[in-house]
């Protein structure tokens, strides 16, 4: 099933197009990668998915993305948007309180007050974000003593425990040591099988290892999306060979 759906997407910064008649499909339970150049308009296109954009002053949006049935520019307020499509930044920014706090903001935002279920939450956030082994006695704590590996995943079991649909990640590990990159990455694997994922990611081998479709955008525009492999092995488009084979960007 179709998770999301993008059609005819134009977005201008100001009088600069930064994407072009951006058509995509994404399938419910899987993993998307987006690749390209850098500026060819990967974050600007995955912050579209929850309206992270609107933010910004200039920017102007025409088309439509469809999540399941509703238009997200349309039908669907922005603050329950970005409580269905959670998002993942490239830098962990962990908020400058302890690791439960940062678990509980956000239910307890959306009103949820009650010890026993925050407890709950908290618990089974980090245990699907793959950190409660190494986090349980230590829940007071201040999540900045937490390694750059574990407070991605804290940022990662944060969005958990708002319980969202679509997860967007913008190049999660770009900051991460190889190991941590290994876990988050692994991770990944298993939250697709719940979630909807789309990853914005430089490094190829991570989209190869990760994604079950592959986007390729150049200058705004996607030139080919498909099954990761047939992108990597297989590619229609002559400039996503040159792409992939590292004869440019
Ligand atoms: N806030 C902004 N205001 C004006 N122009 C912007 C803004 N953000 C991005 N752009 C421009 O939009 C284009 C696409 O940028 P974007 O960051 O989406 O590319 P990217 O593919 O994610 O690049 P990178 O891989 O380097 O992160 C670039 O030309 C960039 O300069």
Not at 66 to 72: E, F, H, K, P, V
Not at 86 to 102: C, E, L, R, S, Y
Not at 144 to 166: D, Y
């Amino acid at each position: 099933m179709k998770k999301i759906k993008v059609r005819q997407l134009d977005l201008f910064y100001g009088d600069i197009q930064a994407l072009k008649k951006v058509d995509m499909d994404i399938e419910e339970n899987s993993v998307m990668a987006l690749i390209g150049p850098s500026g060819c308009g990967k974050s600007t296109f995955i912050r579209t998915l929850n309206r992270m954009n609107d933010l910004i002053d200039c920017v102007k949006i025409t088309g439509e993305v469809i999540l399941d049935n509703q238009d997200i520019y349309k039908d669907i307020d922005p603050i329950e948007l970005r409580k269905r499509v959670g998002m993942v930044f490239q830098k962990p920014n962990p908020f400058p309180m302890t690791i439960f706090d940062n678990i509980a903001y956000g239910p307890r935002i959306h009103g949820i007050y009650s010890k026993k279920k925050l407890n709950e939450i908290v618990e089974r956030s980090l245990t699907a974000a793959v950190l409660w082994d190494e986090v349980k006695d230590r829940l007071n704590s201040s999540a900045l003593g937490l390694s750059g590996g574990q407070q991605q995943r804290l940022c990662i079991a944060r969005t958990l425990a708002i319980e969202p649909e679509v997860i967007l990640m913008d190049e999660p590990t770009s900051a991460l040591d190889p190991i941590s990159t290994m876990k988050i990455e692994e991770l990944i694997d298993q939250l697709k099988h719940k979630y909807t994922i789309v990853i914005v990611t430089h490094n190829m081998q991570q989209a190869g290892r990760v994604a079950d479709y592959t986007s390729f955008f150049l200058n705004g525009e996607i030139i080919e999306t498909g099954p990761t492999e047939e992108i990597f092995y297989n590619p229609k488009d002559k400039r996503t060979e040159d792409y992939i084979t590292g004869r440019f960007g």
